[in-house]
């Protein structure tokens, strides 16, 4: 196990490698430009102060903004959420009560703005992310939050060149979160920490002992922090300390141990405890089991401030969970190089705004050309000519200029100029992928509501491979909460069975299962009632006179005993179901507790939630169906739908397709 003196040496090598990367410097360079242009600032001082000292005030048409709303327009019309389906064997019950756990997590961290906010800022910055950890202080096992960071507050291992961060060949080893946190919370939640001469974060103390590291860094404090090349931070630190959590993979040598009955395999090491190394080192001598040396992975979450280690939580999330719990959103990703929304936007924005400004100046320039004059007579009204002579209504007497006093025709604007400003911006809108139908704007034509339908449609087209990363980073960010919820037990069996006592959690298969089961376990179920079956008048004759009475007397108490379990029996029926409910409960709870259903049995991906995309795929559908009955069957247009019994209605549809070949008998 590694000493602290390790842990912080690793730590500060990692902020050390970030801090002095190119890479990540030029591309907040980068976000920081894109950034103005979004906002409108979009000429550099010295620029504008050159054009003002012509008398010109530099022209700013943002394009930029309009493109950044109409995509997040298009997202929030088109919504997706997490959801977790069934797959290999696994129930579409246990599926949904996996869904309903994380959104209940989605929930708490108020998902729906966080995932908002991280695709505007990746659109804008060319990248941002989501990240993942656990609040031990709200409940027992701790509640999961989700937060989104930008590419000023999280720093990716630079040699990370895929998507995937957690990618098993080429994924990153560490990942650094920046925060600015209020100091008193610091220093009460590390109080053992020396905290003289920290100020907001930086420190000069090497007394953790890496001499190397520390010799490097004394030359520059604010050096590991390239955030503060970019703001002013100086009332920040008077109240706040810049705390860096670094996220890493310690590897170490492990035994992978495959089950070739099963197909499952398992890495374990010495941190998995004794037992587990003990039964893989027996394994070894069972025809069944293949033992192999494998590397493997433990992951630290490091808390540091300054050069100095505040904390180090080893397995934070156990350990089974030793992925990185960062998430990258990236529009447009290849090889290693992000890119966003106003990457091909910002150099023709910038053309059209100087291209602009030069026709303002041309304009003010020729607007007044000059008078033409016959004779210079007196200076007094040769002074008035050139000073008003531009100003609208001024009447001119010829006779003072010797007869005739002319307008010079001023030169005419350029016509490359007119076309150029005009190809700036449709060649913009093209760059985007999005023109004034998705941005809200009139087309300057008559266009019917389908033609504009079509061409927001095909503005999404365009920009599908942006929401597509932002989906699969969903996907990414879901699979890694669902292990972490599973591995930790962080709903307990109690809530997960509120969960389950929803009716439409379950569902008629399982059911069936459970009251299989439980017949099995009491020997029987539940018989309808049934009418006792008139005494025929050939056995009533066969029975002695003496004994016709006492027949008569237990016939009569069994038809009341009919009636009386006939009347009992909605009420029997109702208990027994609920019986059978609690026991498919259970079965459900075994499943979602049992690792290897987990695991194969369920696949979290995401689903529109938006209503009008839910509306339009509906309406799909049902025009399919009407081309083609019967070629959708109802329980998938049930499943297009957003009404909340949708399991129950699937549930009586199955029962009534059940009793018509019944009937029919």
């Known amino acids: 196990m590694l000493k602290e003196k390790d842990v912080a040496n690793k730590a500060l090598t990692f902020l050390l490698d970030s801090d002095n990367s190119d890479k990540l410097s030029k591309q907040r360079d980068r976000a920081i430009t894109y950034q103005d242009f979004r906002n409108g600032h979009q000429w550099t001082l010295e620029d504008w102060n050159l054009y ?132 008193d919370v610091v220093e009460c939640t590390y109080p053992d920490f020396n905290y003289s001469g920290v100020q907001g974060g930086y420190d000069g103390d090497s007394s953790m002992g890496i001499d190397t590291v520390a010799a490097f860094l004394s030359d520059d404090e604010n050096s590991i922090d390239r955030r503060n090349d970019y703001e002013d931070d100086e009332l920040k630190r008077k109240y706040k300390y810049r705390v860096r959590t670094v996220w890493w993979k310690e590897v170490v040598k492990g035994v992978m141990v495959i089950d070739s009955k099963t197909g499952a395999s398992r890495i374990v090491t010495e941190k998995s405890g004794k037992k587990t190394l003990k039964a893989a080192k027996k394994a070894r001598k069972d025809a069944r089991y293949g033992v192999k040396k494998h590397a493997a992975f433990i992951l630290h979450k490091t808390t540091m401030l300054g050069r100095n280690m505040l904390d180090d939580v080893v397995s934070p999330f156990g350990p089974d969970v030793t992925d990185l719990p960062v998430f990258r959103f990236s529009p447009y990703y290849y090889q290693g190089y992000a890119s966003g929304q106003l990457d091909d ?117 365009s920009s599908e491979t942006a929401f597509d990363k932002f989906y699969y980073t969903l996907e990414l960010l879901g699979e890694y909460m669902l292990l972490v919820i599973r591995k930790n037990n962080t709903y307990t069996d109690e809530e997960i069975k509120n969960i389950v006592a929803a009716s439409s959690l379950i569902d008629e298969a399982m059911m069936a299962k459970a009251r299989l089961k439980l017949e099995g376990q009491v020997g029987g179920g539940l018989p309808e009632p049934q009418p006792l079956p008139p005494i025929s008048p050939e056995f009533f004759q066969q029975v002695k006179p003496e004994d016709k009475p006492e027949l008569i007397e237990t ?49 979290v991906t995401t689903s529109p939630t938006a209503p009008t995309e839910q509306l339009l795929r509906y309406m799909q559908m049902d025009a399919l169906n009407q081309s083609y009955p019967g070629i959708i069957p109802p329980d998938i247009m049930v499943d297009a739908t957003d009404l909340p019994n949708k399991e129950e209605i699937k549930a009586k549809y199955q029962q009534q397709q059940q009793a018509a070949p019944q009937a029919v008998a």
């Open 345 to 461: 936007v910002v150099s023709l924005q910038q053309m059209e705004n100087i291209f602009a400004t030069q026709t303002i100046k041309i304009l003010n320039k020729t607007a007044n050309a000059g008078w033409k004059i016959r004779k210079k007579m007196n200076q007094a009204d040769f002074n008035d000519l050139k000073n008003y002579g531009d100003v609208d209504g001024y009447v001119v007497d010829e006779s003072k200029f010797g007869g005739a006093a002319e307008a010079i025709t001023p030169t005419p604007l350029p016509v490359g100029h007119y076309q150029m400003a005009k190809d700036f911006e449709v060649d913009q809108m093209k760059v985007a992928g999005i023109d004034e139908s998705t941005l809200g704007l009139d087309s300057g034509g008559a266009e019917s509501g389908r033609a504009i339908g079509l061409k927001q449609k095909q503005n999404k087209l």
């Open 555 to 603: 016939v009569q108490q069994g038809q009341e005993a009919s009636v009386q379990y006939a009347k009992a029996y909605p009420t029997l029926k109702m208990n027994y179901d609920e019986v059978v409910k609690r026991v498919a409960a259970d079965m459900l709870l075994e499943e979602l507790r049992s690792d290897k259903v987990a695991e194969y049995g369920v696949k």
């Open 52 to 183: 003002k000292s012509k008398g010109v005030t530099p022209v700013t048409k943002n394009r930029c903004k309009p493109i950044i709303k109409g995509m997040m327009g298009m997202y929030l019309n088109n919504r997706q959420s997490i959801r977790v389906r069934p797959r290999r064997g696994g129930t579409e019950a246990a599926a949904q009560v996996w869904s309903e756990t994380m959104k209940h997590a989605e929930d708490q961290s108020n998902a729906d703005y966080i995932y908002a906010c991280c695709f505007e800022d990746g659109l804008v910055d060319s990248e941002s992310f989501l990240c993942f950890d656990v609040d031990e202080t709200k409940t027992v096992n701790g509640q999961p939050t989700i937060r989104a960071k930008s590419i000023f507050d999280v720093d990716v291992d630079p040699n990370c060149d895929i998507y995937n961060i957690n990618d098993k060949e080429e994924g990153a080893k560490y990942v650094i979160i920046k925060d600015w946190l209020d100091k």
